[in-house]
């Protein structure tokens, strides 16, 4: 092969790797950066009626750069803020954990049925998907309302006892607008995605290391704790991602199932768009929940690069 045809060759190759990288980047920036930037432009803008001012002026020769930071400052100082932003990761992390205690034995026992099993069972966990997202959570209102048999049931089981000593509800049978209510909606719209990536790692697993691990005395607890869930700690990160994220500002089930002791950020930002026309004091609600998230998402990938890196 001569120097020239190895020469295109590569090129081609480089060309096709850049492409390849390059457009699910592209992806990102054009539905995910690029409206995040609007975002931050509009937080730190000032606001007449309908428009935003410029934030780059031209005047007596000069070019100034206008920035309004006293939304940032207000929510900084502002009790209201904090206290729903750590509404809003309480009942997130709530609903990851619970999600997660549900969702993992269900994988589990999916991962391991029988092949001619696994679809049907797939189907169960997506078939909520197919009813409407509102219609789902009405229907909670309906079964934890006055008349509906789960309300029914959980009174009659003298469970409401125990959620109302937890300060779970306010009092023995009032579960309507209440941390139980919102946290029970949550874990039950979120759950699929807990179990979906879940059972995919679990379906991969190879089970010769159980056996290996059986031959060399191990029990079946110490198996699982041991191989089990150490291998399947990539679908626990993505589950809990997936649950956790979408969470914090869910904005639909605090509105519906939550109370006023249940205030979340979601609710917040808008009212500050819809109720109060404050779009930049909403933007700036909005990017600092976005920092919130990405930057424990970024430690946590350091992190784990560096494990990942130590092990290789």
Same mark, same amino acid.
């Given at each position: 092969? =001569? $120097?020239?045809?190895? @020469?295109?060759?590569?090129?081609?190759?480089?060309?096709?790797?850049? #492409?390849?990288?390059?457009?699910?980047? /592209?992806?990102? @920036?054009?539905?995910?950066?690029?409206?995040?930037?609007?975002?931050?432009?509009? %937080?730190?803008?000032?606001?007449?009626?309908?428009?935003? +001012?410029?934030?780059?002026?031209?005047?007596?020769?000069?070019?100034?750069?206008?920035?309004?930071? %006293?939304?940032?400052?207000?929510?900084?100082?502002?009790? @209201?803020?904090?206290?729903?932003?750590? #509404?809003?990761?309480? *009942?997130?992390?709530?609903?990851?954990?619970?999600?997660?205690?549900?969702?993992?034995?269900?994988? *589990?026992?999916?991962?391991?049925?029988?092949?001619?099993?696994?679809?049907?069972? @797939?189907?169960?966990?997506?078939? $909520?998907?197919?009813? =409407?997202?509102?219609?789902?959570? *009405?229907?909670?209102?309906?079964?934890?309302?006055?008349?509906?048999?789960?309300?029914?049931?959980?009174? #009659?089981?003298?469970?409401?006892?125990?959620?109302? #000593?937890?300060?779970?509800? &306010?009092? !023995?049978?009032?579960?309507?607008?209440? &941390?139980?209510?919102?946290?029970?909606?949550?874990?039950?719209?979120?759950?699929?995605?807990?179990?979906?990536?879940?059972?995919?790692?679990?379906?991969?697993?190879?089970?010769? /290391?159980?056996?290996?691990?059986?031959?060399?005395?191990?029990?079946?607890?110490?198996?699982?704790?041991?191989?089990?869930?150490?291998?399947?700690?990539?679908?626990?990160?993505?589950? =809990?991602?997936?649950?956790?994220? $979408?969470?914090?500002?869910?904005?639909?089930? !605090?509105?519906?199932?939550?109370?006023?002791?249940?205030?979340?950020?979601?609710?917040?930002?808008?009212?500050?768009?819809? %109720?109060? +026309?404050?779009? !930049?004091?909403?933007? %700036?609600?909005?990017?600092?929940?976005?920092?919130?998230?990405?930057?424990?998402?970024?430690?946590? +990938?350091? *992190?784990?690069?560096?494990?990942?890196?130590?092990?290789?």
């Amino acid at each position: 092969m =001569s $120097p020239a045809t190895l @020469l295109t060759r590569l090129r081609r190759l480089a060309t096709g790797r850049t #492409a390849v990288i390059g457009v699910p980047y /592209l992806w990102l @920036l054009g539905f995910f950066l690029f409206p995040f930037v609007i975002v931050l432009r509009i %937080s730190v803008s000032e606001m007449e009626t309908v428009r935003f +001012n410029d934030l780059l002026t031209f005047k007596d020769g000069l070019l100034q750069l206008t920035l309004k930071l %006293s939304n940032y400052q207000f929510i900084a100082q502002d009790d @209201l803020y904090l206290r729903t932003y750590l #509404a809003s990761l309480q *009942y997130a992390a709530a609903t990851t954990v619970l999600c997660l205690a549900i969702g993992y034995p269900f994988a *589990y026992f999916m991962a391991r049925a029988k092949a001619t099993l696994q679809p049907a069972l @797939l189907m169960l966990v997506m078939l $909520p998907f197919w009813t =409407s997202f509102l219609l789902r959570v *009405y229907a909670w209102k309906g079964l934890l309302g006055e008349g509906g048999w789960v309300a029914e049931l959980i009174v #009659a089981s003298g469970l409401d006892r125990l959620l109302a #000593a937890a300060g779970l509800i &306010p009092a !023995p049978g009032q579960l309507l607008h209440t &941390p139980f209510s919102l946290v029970l909606g949550m874990t039950y719209t979120y759950l699929p995605f807990m179990i979906l990536p879940l059972y995919g790692n679990l379906a991969k697993m190879d089970l010769r /290391l159980l056996e290996a691990a059986t031959d060399l005395g191990a029990t079946a607890w110490v198996a699982f704790w041991k191989i089990t869930v150490p291998l399947s700690k990539a679908g626990i990160v993505a589950g =809990s991602m997936l649950v956790f994220i $979408p969470c914090i500002g869910e904005f639909v089930i !605090p509105e519906l199932l939550g109370g006023p002791q249940t205030l979340m950020i979601g609710r917040v930002m808008w009212d500050e768009f819809f %109720s109060n +026309n404050d779009w !930049p004091m909403a933007s %700036s609600v909005a990017v600092v929940m976005v920092l919130l998230i990405i930057v424990p998402l970024a430690i946590f +990938n350091k *992190y784990q690069a560096e494990a990942q890196e130590k092990r290789r």
